[in-house]
């Protein structure tokens, strides 16, 4: 069975390296909570006031957005600043792909023909998948490229959708502004990270609570996308590292040599609702594993002030 820990650790070695700019959030203001559901009792400032301490502990670019779902209310720290995406572009075309679905044009059904040098470079136990030809079904790539971060399925639904501009436009389409791709995981590693895929924490913070609130995908469709995010296997030290155990999250990853990410919703306790929460760090010179720390006391602070009013 394959190794969470292995696999995590691996894909922070398996892609390129790239820097973006920055620049400052302030909390955000929203409507009153939904109904049935009880707004939490905590200041956006403080919030936004931890996130700043613990972004500025990794001593590089860190965006952080924290949002509650239900009522709109948030906190941020650069929200607004586009920064390396890595793998988490995989949500935004996981979103494309199913939306595709939803509108006719593509089955989770049909099958997508793979050869083994359209195997885009990866973690072994990825790259193993590829060695022989094979044929899979769109409900399989997406399974590999959202749950085991894997490049070539990606790569495979990038171009079933029609490109990077495809999934560039249907975030535009949602309001999202912030989010960039620009190249297939391929050939973003030929490159050698030239032209990152980008995105800022706030812009996915809002696609999280589109989906969430249903805004962005039909129920069938959306039901298959946080399945798939609750079984991801490369976050396990990241925003669930920092929640109590148990508790639901669906989150994509991204990882690079100098970028570690999470973004993902989480479920609060009781009636009190959801968060979510992206957290995107890049050029820090921490190990790995102390950016994941850091990646878990944001969700730790977003959820204990939320959940215990804090």
């Not at 009792?41 to 957005?65: D, F, N, P, T």
């Not at 391929?186 to 990152?196: D, V, W």
Request: aromatic fraction near 2%.
């Amino acid at each position: 069975m394959l190794s969470r820990t292995a696999l995590a650790f691996a894909v922070s070695i398996a892609l390129s390296l790239c820097a973006c700019v920055s620049k400052s959030e302030t909390p955000t203001q929203a409507p009153a909570a939904a109904a049935g559901t009880l707004a939490p009792q905590v200041s956006g400032a403080e919030l936004a006031a931890r996130l700043k301490e613990i972004c500025e502990k990794s001593g590089g670019r860190c965006g952080v957005a924290v949002t509650h779902v239900e009522t709109g209310r948030g906190a941020a720290f650069e929200g607004d600043t586009p920064l390396p995406l890595y793998s988490v572009f995989k949500l935004p075309l996981a979103v494309e792909v199913l939306k595709e679905v939803e509108e006719g044009r593509l089955t989770l059904e049909q099958k997508v023909h793979v050869e083994p040098e359209e195997a885009a470079p990866g973690v072994k136990e990825n790259s193993d998948l590829w060695r022989e030809p094979s044929d899979r079904t769109v409900r399989e790539l997406l399974e590999f490229s959202i749950v085991r971060s894997d490049n070539t399925s990606s790569d495979k639904l990038l171009e079933l959708v029609g490109g990077p501009e495809a999934v560039t436009r249907r975030m535009r389409a949602l309001g999202l502004t912030n989010v960039e791709v620009r190249a297939s995981a391929k050939e973003f590693l030929r490159s050698k990270g030239a032209h990152p895929n980008t995105g800022s924490a706030a812009d996915l913070a809002r696609l999280l609570v589109m989906l969430q609130k249903g805004e962005a995908l039909a129920p069938p469709q959306l039901e298959v996308l946080l399945g798939l995010m609750g079984r991801v296997v490369t976050g396990d030290r990241r925003l669930r590292a920092g929640v109590p155990a148990g508790t639901n999250v669906a989150d994509k990853t991204g990882t690079g040599p100098s970028t570690i990410n999470d973004v993902g919703v989480i479920t609060l306790p009781g009636d009190k609702g959801h968060l979510a929460v992206a957290v995107l760090i890049d050029g820090s010179k921490l190990p790995a594993e102390k950016q994941e720390d850091l990646i878990a006391e944001v969700a730790r602070a977003a959820y204990d002030a939320h959940a215990k009013g804090k």
